[in-house]
């Protein structure tokens, strides 16, 4: 197009100039401004969302933007907290002889699937997440220096071409391999067979009239315009459903796709996780009331941990639920072992007694009657999939100890279906 304007202004074709510039300029601005709005809105969603962090600043603890942290900075990271910048783990004066260690999930990092275990001296990187524990720790990298801005300096250095950009490549190289053909065709005919004299001004060279219009008509001069449009319609309605888009050529590739991989908590549903105990599963010769119970006991909701919440907080009394009892110890869950446990003390009978909750088939396994019941159980399992559910077990031992000490014998008693349902708008969606 721009070799057209300026074989037009060689000619002193002043309407096609005109027109073929103020095509050029409708499609720049088109694209600049829907761009322009994108961007905008992209820093303003992410200045809602950056992290925050716990920082001791004059020897205070406050909280503040993680982008204003430094080198050196003492921040206090726990449970849920992304972590906003290199850092590595100090220990705690009060730390008892056998470390806690906390679990650092860095599967957006280093695609472990596995939480990892991080002591006193160990490093988390920028953009992971605490899953378990608290400790302080010092910054050692912020910014385009931490492990994440390195990848992502990376990724930013590629030069990805968009689809619908190959498409518009693909189209101008025919268009210009049909025009060249047809340029050489006329220079012929006009200089070799009929010797035409050419020059500049209006109506003097009839040669680069022809090729004006064998330019203006061989490439497509509306279709960056029509496309610019189309893609700037596209974006709007995304952004009626609060979509924005970044990048014009995206909407394109949007409309191409064939599979779309959905987060399911909090996306497809409420994340607001529920007990159906009209379809609970009681044995070993509690009721559900019981078992809710126990369920309650063996919750820490310390940590705010969103199954032990809703644990806690079904049980009828719960106010009163610690007033009879007294917690010794408890082993947190970890993906590996896919239980948690409780040492619980009945204050009144000074028994002590031991609560195992985890996936059903990890407490199935220990019970001591596993041959006569693991079939029933199992189909119960699958039932509660089937339905939406996800269940939970739980078991009981008498005495203190570990899960595997001797003379343990797990008592399971039952089924617990955890229920998230779903957003109003997952059907639509």
């Given at each position: ?193 009929y010797r035409h004299s050419c020059y500049t001004g209006e109506e003097e060279c009839p040669t680069l009239t022809n090729l004006l219009v064998i330019i203006v008509g061989g490439i497509p001069i509306a ?108 082993v947190p869950f970890n993906p590996v072992d896919k239980y948690t446990m409780a040492v619980i003390q009945d204050e009144q009978t000074g028994q002590v007694f031991r609560l195992l909750k985890g996936a ?49 014998r797990w008592e399971f008693l039952g089924l617990l279906p955890l229920f998230d349902p779903p957003r109003h708008d997952t059907a639509v969606t």
């Open positions: 197009m721009e070799v057209a304007a300026i074989l037009a202004i060689i000619l002193l074709d002043y309407a096609d100039f005109a027109l073929i510039v103020g095509l050029l300029l409708l499609n720049a601005t088109i694209s600049f401004v829907e761009e322009s709005n994108a961007d905008k809105a992209i820093k303003a969603l992410a200045g809602a969302l950056a992290p925050k962090c716990k920082v001791f600043r004059d020897r205070k603890l406050k909280t503040m933007d993680a982008e204003h942290i430094v080198p050196g900075d003492i921040l206090v990271v726990r449970l849920g907290d992304i972590v906003p910048a290199d850092i590595k783990i100090l220990g705690d004066e009060d730390e008892e002889e056998e470390e806690h260690p906390m679990q650092i999930d860095q599967a957006a990092l280093t695609g472990e699937s596995l939480p990892a275990k991080k002591f006193t001296g160990d490093v988390a990187f920028s953009g992971s997440t605490v899953k378990q524990g608290e400790r302080h720790a010092v910054v050692y990298a912020t910014g385009v220096n931490t492990f994440f801005g390195r990848a992502a300096a990376l990724i930013g250095a590629t030069n990805n071409v968009a689809n619908i950009q190959k498409v518009m490549t693909k189209i101008g190289a025919i268009c210009l391999v049909t025009i060249g053909i047809w340029v050489v065709i006329e220079l012929g005919v006009q200089f070799g067979a279709m960056p315009t029509v496309l610019s449009v189309t893609l700037a319609l596209g974006a709007y309605q995304l952004a009626k459903h609060g979509a924005i888009v970044a990048r014009m050529s995206a909407v394109e590739e949007m409309a191409g796709m064939d599979i779309l991989c959905s987060d399911k908590t909090g996306t497809l549903t409420l994340n607001k996780l529920s007990i159906d105990l009209a379809a609970s599963h009681p044995m070993g010769g509690v009721d559900v009331h019981t078992l809710v119970k126990y369920a309650a006991l063996s919750a820490d909701i310390s940590a705010e941990e969103a199954i032990d919440l809703v644990l806690h907080n079904t049980y009828p009394d719960k106010d009163n639920l610690w007033r009879g009892y007294k917690r010794l110890k408890f059903p088939q990890v407490v199935l396994k220990r019970a001591h009657n596993f041959a006569e019941i693991h079939e029933p159980v199992e189909k119960k399992i699958i039932d509660y999939a089937n339905r939406g559910y996800r269940a939970l077990g739980f078991g009981m031992a008498e005495g203190p100890g570990s899960t595997d000490a001797p003379g343990t």
